[in-house]
């Protein structure tokens, strides 16, 4: 009975499972990361927030209605001596009167509109500049976030390649230790030879290790990039590449920064001519509505009721404003060089990322051949090792050196590959 009462309890328990995330190629990862990516999120925000300053500015343009109540106690009233006489009074006597009851309540509705304020359609202006600066912010937010995105995901196909690679070493190392052992056992070897063979088994399980590591490193820069808590499995692998014949560094002109700067400098440009229309004459139309009440606050509460209202325009003429609009003036027109020399940074450092993409790949594609001549001479030679090495008639010393030799060529075409398809990408894809 308690061991049924203990297995029920064990089922009541709930089971959680951790679902990876499959990523089969780079494309299907950068659409998971826009979707979920918090970067991503986050560069999304940046026209939605500037639109919201576009739709504030433009309201400074359209007219106000405001409702007020306001409620007033006057201990001293306004008051005023009037002669008597008219009054009715006798000659000479004069009458203290007071203007207005101690208790007033006020309410109504107020209405005000901008006819002629150039400075706030000079600040429509720049605000929408600015949404279409930021529009293009957030296209060069993504774009990096992409190649970001395209560096990790190739690191972490690289590595795990010089793991597989790793792996097979230690197939043939374990195959080694078979050979000299049986050598060693039929007394044909230095017992010093079998412990350098036993030594090379070391340092290829050692080297397993750091490559799982390595592997282990990529793939969570990768979760960090798109904040897979649950992990992510990479199904890709690296095979057979066609390498595709580039003759020049693609134009800066795609890219998404290239037209961030420009339109900073249209920005500011827009910014200088809000600034130098913020000293000139407005011109306002307004009206209010008032109801008013006054009251002693007898018990019967009887007072005076009247309304009133009224329609003015209003012109405002800056004359003196502390140097205000000189020196907002001066900010505009620095913070405009600035812009004209951040677009010279970004021109320089596209410029430059476009030319080293392209040299990267370019170096990698006039290496691939002869590098992949190499992996196949070294591994044609490491088999001719193998066999020579059991049948007795080579030294361990000779054999460790071509081991080494294929392992060297090996990873150094694989990285060669990995980068090439990385160039190829960065160079000609528009992210």
Avoid: C
């Amino acid at each position: 009975m308690r061991f049924l009462n203990a297995l029920f309890s064990f089922l009541l328990i709930p089971v959680f499972s951790t679902a990876q995330l499959q990523v089969n190629s780079i494309d299907e990862l950068i659409r998971y990361a826009d979707r979920n990516g918090p970067a991503a999120k986050q560069a999304r925000l940046m026209p939605e927030i500037a639109q919201q300053d576009v739709r504030i500015t433009r309201s400074g343009l359209y007219p106000r209605v405001n409702a007020f109540a306001q409620g007033d106690y006057y201990p001293i009233l306004i008051t005023q001596i009037i002669p008597g006489a008219a009054f009715g009074r006798p000659e000479g006597e004069v009458v203290k009167v007071e203007f207005g009851l101690p208790y007033t309540l006020q309410t109504g509705a107020e209405f005000s509109m901008p006819v002629v304020n150039l400075e706030k359609w000079a600040a429509l202006k720049r605000s929408k500049a600015e949404y279409a600066e930021a529009q293009w912010g957030s296209k060069a937010a993504l774009e990096d976030y992409h190649i970001q995105l395209t560096q990790a995901y190739y690191q972490v196909l690289a590595n795990r390649e010089v793991l597989r690679l790793n792996q097979e070493n230690v197939t043939t190392t374990n195959e080694l230790i078979r050979i000299m052992q049986d050598k060693l056992d039929a007394g044909v070897i230095n017992p010093a030879d079998f412990n350098r063979s036993k030594n090379l088994q070391l340092d290829v399980r050692t080297l397993d290790a750091t490559y799982k590591r390595m592997l282990e490193l990529s793939l969570n820069a990768l979760k960090r990039l798109i904040a897979a808590d649950d992990g992510i499995a990479v199904n890709e692998s690296i095979g057979d590449y066609e390498w595709p014949v580039i003759s020049s560094p693609a134009a800066i002109s795609n890219r998404a920064a290239w037209h961030e700067a420009e339109f900073k400098i249209r920005a500011a440009e827009l910014a200088v001519a809000e600034a130098s229309r913020g000293g000139l004459p407005k011109l306002g139309l307004a009206g209010r509505y008032t109801y008013n009440y006054q009251t002693k606050l007898q018990e019967d509460f009887e007072g005076v009721q009247f309304n009133m209202a009224n329609v003015n325009m209003r012109l405002d003429v800056p004359l003196f404003q502390g140097n205000y609009y000189r020196a907002l003036k001066k900010k505009s027109k620095l913070l405009l060089e600035s812009a004209h020399y951040e677009q010279e940074a970004t021109t320089a450092e596209l410029t430059q990322q476009q030319s080293d993409w392209f040299v990267q790949y370019t170096t990698a594609f006039n290496k691939n051949a002869e590098l992949k001549q190499k992996v196949e001479t070294t591994r044609e030679n490491l088999k001719i090792a193998n066999l020579s090495l059991k049948e007795g008639v080579m030294e361990f010393d000779q054999y460790n050196e071509i081991f080494r030799e294929y392992n060297r060529a090996k990873i150094e075409y694989l990285q060669n590959l990995s980068d090439g398809i990385l160039y190829h990408l960065l160079s000609t894809q528009t992210f």
